[in-house]
């Protein structure tokens, strides 16, 4: 049974940092595109950032570029999502997927991807 776990989320300040993991099991992953996305109340489902597990450099929304920064860890089965300078804006429920050799034309689009983690809430405070 496939399982993504998310953890790290919190109550930060705005400015300040926080790193987000995504632990996968029950398969192998080597095929798939990891991605992040986020959901602020009323709003729908937005992509954060994303990557080939195995290989590549992350893509990320202009709205996170240059703050947010994804990374993995093979041995662990795990990805992260460094978030720096967080703005109130970012406050959102931040979730992991995982889908199968996702085109870099349909990284942003969450139909993509099979598998979904719990979600982590993070909140920004002014």
């Known amino acids: 049974q496939v399982q993504l776990v998310e953890s790290g989320g919190g109550l930060v300040q705005a400015g300040g940092s926080l790193r987000l993991s995504c632990t996968a099991s029950?398969?192998?992953?080597?095929?798939?595109?990891m991605a992040w996305f986020r959901q602020a109340p009323n709003k729908e489902r937005e992509f954060v950032a994303a990557?080939?597990?195995?290989?590549?450099?992350?893509n990320y929304a202009d709205s996170v570029k240059g703050r947010f920064t994804m990374s993995r860890d093979n041995a662990k089965n795990t990805v992260y999502l460094q978030m720096g300078s967080l703005k109130p804006e970012d406050t959102a429920v931040y979730y992991c997927?995982?889908?199968?050799?996702?085109?870099?034309?349909?990284?942003?689009?969450?139909?993509?991807?099979?598998?979904w983690g719990q979600g982590t809430q993070v909140t920004v405070s002014s």
């Open positions: 990557a080939f597990w195995s290989s590549g450099d992350p």
């Open positions: 997927a995982a889908g199968m050799a996702v085109l870099s034309r349909h990284i942003f689009e969450p139909t993509r991807y099979r598998y």
């Open positions: 029950g398969r192998s992953f080597s095929s798939y595109t």
